[in-house]
């Protein structure tokens, strides 16, 4: 029985689904957070004589908080800019061309604010962001309270934010030293795409994340074309050329693999790397549907991932935990292939693993951080709720979150931002709809 008062609060609910141990739930029971770590997961009755501060959700669910494992967050001032267009001709021309027009550090900045708050009200608390001046997003998830892991680009092309491979090395590793004793900032080597990226640069990155231990996130079989273009470009496939550069390991992230066969599968599982599934972006840009069954049975983590809201229009990753529960039954004619409680821990757990966190996140655990989401599952759309994983997957969705803490901080109560402004986070989004529209006239216009 913990002394009296040894927590600084407790949250106390109806069920929590701690996900390790798998499938677990705990009915009325409490967690204890002391300085923004969970101290312990006890019976509810108990919380009185742990915490002289009580926060009970008598009909609510507490999970671990949510962890988008791809997104580029500041594309959320391009939400709905590009329709109706396949993958290659969407980045070639729209996306590339609107953001040559428009990507600055402040729209970094205003466009990752945006992110964060849409993905804290839906339960997300940490994410992994791939996008240039990733200064401005470490910045504003840092200021926001939002945990982050947050993308070094290293590009051959230049960009506002450095103009060849050795300045993205310089200025990610200067990033990366900068947040390094950071509660909140992680940081990792992010690549467009293998054809994107020379042989020389590919080995420069891997020693680099070995030296730091620092995941190597990329774009990899996402589109139907990748795979003949890598090899007409470097002679090779692009799993064949990351291969090459002994990337192909426990650190690699690989987004999409919509278009991996099962060779490449094979290869993946050996190496221990981790795919991040992102289900309504491959649909909204017809780019197919991954091959997530299969990966599961080889034994590949899969996390789960929103993209950018430029190709997903949304940021909720509660949907594609359901999207992908979907697909899976669909695909593969087993309605089971993504039972409720694995696609919450591919929400979760398997994200942090994915980002080298899973020691501090994804799990209600002690020691973690007290990174939670809390949802109300009551009410017309879910009642009754005869099966707790399946109403939160496949009822509730991100509009019965209430309440979400990052670290022990509350930054969502009661379904309200409690610690950033919206008044001037609307204003700021809404100053960025002419200039975007007026880009997007200019495109068309050439």
């Known amino acids: 029985m913990p002394e009296r008062h040894v927590a600084d609060f407790a949250v106390t609910a109806r069920w929590i689904l701690p996900i390790e141990p798998a499938g677990a739930v705990l009915e009325d029971h409490a967690v204890l957070v002391r300085g923004g770590r969970i101290l312990d997961v006890v019976p509810a009755s108990q919380a009185n004589a742990a915490s002289a501060e009580i926060i009970e959700r008598p009909d609510h669910v507490l999970i671990p908080g949510l962890v988008n494992a791809h997104t580029h967050a500041a594309m959320s001032l391009l939400r709905n800019a590009g329709g109706g267009l396949p993958l290659d001709a969407w980045l070639r021309q729209r996306i590339w061309p609107l953001e040559a027009r428009l990507v600055d550090e402040q729209f970094v900045a205003d466009g990752t604010e945006l992110a964060v708050a849409e993905m804290l009200l839906g339960g ?73 990226t020379s042989d020389a640069t590919l080995l420069r990155v891997r020693t680099l994340a070995d030296q730091l231990q620092a995941p190597v996130m990329t774009h990899l079989l996402e589109s139907p074309g990748d795979r003949d273009r890598d090899r007409r470009k470097h002679g090779r496939g692009p799993l064949e050329r990351l291969e090459g550069a002994g990337l192909v390991n426990d650190l690699l992230v690989a987004v999409h693999c919509v278009q991996a066969n099962t060779a490449e599968l094979e290869r993946l599982a050996a190496g221990g790397a981790t795919v991040v599934h992102c289900p309504t972006s491959n649909l909204r840009l017809a780019a197919g549907i991954a091959p997530v069954t299969q990966m599961r049975q080889m034994g590949i983590r899969v996390a789960l991932g929103t993209d950018g809201a430029a190709g997903n229009d949304s940021l909720d990753l509660l949907a594609e935990a359901r999207l992908a529960a979907l697909l899976a039954a669909g695909t593969s004619g087993d309605a089971s292939a993504i039972p409720p409680h694995d696609a919450l821990a591919m929400a979760t757990l398997e994200g942090a693993r994915a980002l080298g966190l899973a020691d501090r996140i994804g799990s209600i655990a002690p020691g973690k951080w007290a990174d939670l989401a809390c949802l109300a599952l009551s009410g017309p759309r879910i009642d009754p709720c005869n099966d707790v994983a399946t109403a939160i997957v496949h009822s509730a969705g991100r509009a019965a979150v209430t309440d979400c803490w990052v670290g022990g901080r509350h930054l969502v109560a009661h379904g309200r931002l409690a610690r950033m402004d919206t008044r001037r986070l609307a204003e700021r989004s809404q100053d960025w709809a002419p200039r975007v529209l007026a880009a997007t006239r200019a495109i068309a216009g050439q």
């Open 124 to 196: 997300v608390t940490c994410f992994a962001d791939m996008y240039y001046h990733p200064d401005a997003a470490a910045r504003v998830a840092a200021q926001a309270g939002m945990r982050a892991a947050i993308g070094m680009p290293v590009l051959e092309q230049p960009s506002a934010w450095a103009q060849d491979v050795d300045e993205y090395l310089r200025r990610g590793l200067e990033l990366s030293d900068q947040y390094r004793d950071d509660p909140l900032v992680e940081t990792m080597f992010v690549l467009h795409s293998p054809t994107a």
